[in-house]
């Protein structure tokens, strides 16, 4: 069983920045790739970034935020990040953290990959 805990959200103006932290229990989570996810009201969830359990490979991310946004994991930490720059009002939602236990099969971007999940973070960009 994993757990995941989200810490850094909260209250940005526009062109700021956050750093959103992902701390996850158990053993194998080196073995796992990891994915950020956000929420809008009155909208789906959607895929924001993900990164490999191996060293070298190269991130994904969504059309929305690449060259803002930075994903990255310490194992040794147990933790995943998400550096957000250039913060726009439009990234205001929920940020989740998820492990991709689906790999290799199926989507990286598709939430029907990742079967643990956090309980989301409040990202809020002010104009």
């Known amino acids: 069983q994993v757990q995941l805990v989200e810490s850094g959200g909260g209250l940005v103006q526009a062109g700021g920045s956050l750093r959103l932290s992902c701390a996850a229990s158990?053993?194998?989570?080196?073995?796992?790739?990891m994915g950020w996810f956000r929420q809008a009201p009155g909208k789906e969830r959607e895929f924001v970034a993900a990164?490999?359990?191996?060293?070298?490979?190269?991130?994904l991310y969504a059309d929305s935020v690449k060259g803002r946004f930075t994903i990255s994991r310490d194992n040794a930490k147990n933790t995943v990040y998400l550096q957000m720059n250039s913060l726009k009002p439009e990234d205001t939602a929920v940020y989740y953290c998820?492990?991709?236990?689906?790999?290799?099969?199926?989507?990286?971007?598709?939430?029907?990959?990742?079967?643990?999940w956090g309980q989301g973070t409040q990202v809020t960009v002010s104009s």
């Open positions: 998820a492990v991709d236990t689906g790999y290799p099969r199926g989507s990286r971007y598709s939430r029907d990959n990742y079967g643990y």
């Open positions: 158990g053993p194998t989570f080196n073995r796992y790739g």
């Open positions: 990164i490999s359990w191996y060293s070298g490979s190269t991130p």
